[in-house]
């Protein structure tokens, strides 16, 4: 179950998936290919979203994390979600736990706040 969130976390962090997006995913959704542009390994992703199907280029770090899934839960079929439902009751357990549910401007900080950080990672790059 920790294992599960923290990959989950290191997922939705090298991905700038959106956490519903993340939900509906099947492990047949994904598939690990050699970028064409830079020829470094990512994930190719195909997102069912609030704007119909799309594709999404992870980050290199978003491929651990995925293998690690398929690794915990070898009699997954293609059709089962990789992390189903959000873990937003674990996720609040763990930002409150480490007193971090609030950035220092007082906003809260959610499963959400992963896409954010994706953003600026990429922007910093």
Request: charged fraction near 35%.
């Given at each position: 179950l920790w294992e599960d969130l923290h990959d989950y976390i290191l997922f939705m962090a090298?991905?700038?998936?959106?956490?519903?997006?993340?939900?509906?995913?099947?492990?047949?959704?994904?598939?690990?290919?050699?970028?064409?542009?830079?020829?470094e390994r990512i994930l190719e992703i195909e997102v069912r979203g609030k704007r119909g199907v799309g594709y999404c280029k992870s980050t290199t770090g978003a491929i651990l994390p995925f293998q690690r899934m398929q690794k915990r839960h070898p009699n997954a079929q293609l059709t089962d979600k990789i992390f189903g439902k959000t873990r937003s009751v674990l996720i609040n357990q763990v930002l409150d736990d480490c007193n971090l549910k609030h950035d220092r401007d007082?906003?809260?900080?959610?499963?959400y706040s992963l896409r954010h950080t994706y953003i600026c990672l990429r922007v910093m790059e």
């Open positions: 090298n991905t700038g998936l959106r956490p519903d997006e993340a939900g509906r995913l099947e492990y047949r959704d994904v598939t690990i290919v050699a970028d064409e542009d830079t020829g007082g906003n809260v900080r959610t499963p």
